[in-house]
């Protein structure tokens, strides 16, 4: 990817996720009309908090690849933007 086009995919990144939140909300969300705003913040809240858990996944992945194909602690802690330190306490192996 052209590091022009860096921040054009973040931002179609950010849209995606912000409507797939949006979609699960209005699917489990009960048509009450009364409280239904409510419900979907909260139907979002939730999807969000579990969404972290999927992306932690992915994180230990991904770093767990770029480890197997040469990348040093340096490198994952630039990608990640954390300190040296703290992305070899997260990545490295157990």
Do not use: C, F, N
């Amino acid at each position: 990817m052209d590091q022009a086009d860096e921040p054009a995919a973040w931002r179609e990144l950010e849209d995606a996720i912000g409507a797939a939140l949006e979609r699960y909300a209005q699917a489990v969300t009960p048509d009450d009309p009364a409280a239904r705003q409510r419900r979907v913040h909260l139907a979002r809240l939730s999807a969000a908090r579990r969404a972290r858990a999927v992306l932690a996944d992915a994180e230990s992945t991904a770093a767990a690849a770029a480890i197997e194909h040469g990348a040093s602690y340096p490198m994952l802690a630039d990608a990640a933007g954390i300190a040296r330190q703290v992305a070899w306490k997260r990545y490295r192996p157990r």
